[in-house]
């Protein structure tokens, strides 16, 4: 029998200061590994439209996903000149609520009781909160029909821009535990 392996590397962020300051190096290490691999989709989480603008030009020609939270009532977070932009380079968008939050988070501010999917996030901010929020927005993209199951993607996540990244199998929401973290890129230390 032969033993099978991949052999790569991971980098780990010495974090100073929210992800805005690893966001370059993180895509650059996402397309690396996504053109090792031949991974052609791509799901990025941005809330004010930075991160996503600077993965449109990096993913370009690529299936770019881009998951925006709803963050305020009745309002898109992204400037639509910048909507546009990216639209133009081939980026789509999911602008829905967060699939670890919503009704667990509103039962939360209710009662004062912490819900399974809460537990969910916790756990996988041991990891960082950018692979918490990896994992997050690759269920969001499957769920809006833009990503499917039965690929290998790459997601990239964090705090206040990018800096984190996974090679991952996602799955819709409802299906969480079919997900499958095949590796990590890269995240803060």
Known sequence: ????????????FIKQERGVK??????RLAKKRADELGIKSIVVASIRGETALKASHVFEGYNLVIVTGVTEKNAQSFPNELLSEIESRGGRFVTAAHAFGTLGRAVNKKF?????????????RLFSAGVKVACEVSCMAVD????????????IGGQGGA????????SNTHLFFDSHILEIICKPR
């Open 112 to 124: 004062g009781v912490i819900q399974v999917d809460e537990i969910i996030a916790h756990v996988l």
């Open 1 to 12: 029998m032969i033993d099978e392996h991949i052999t790569t590397d991971s980098t780990y």
């Open 163 to 170: 800096d984190s990244a996974v090679v991952l199998r996602p």
């Open 144 to 155: 809006a029909g833009l990503i499917r199951t039965d690929e290998e993607i790459i997601s």
């Open 22 to 27: 690893e966001t370059d190096e993180t895509l």
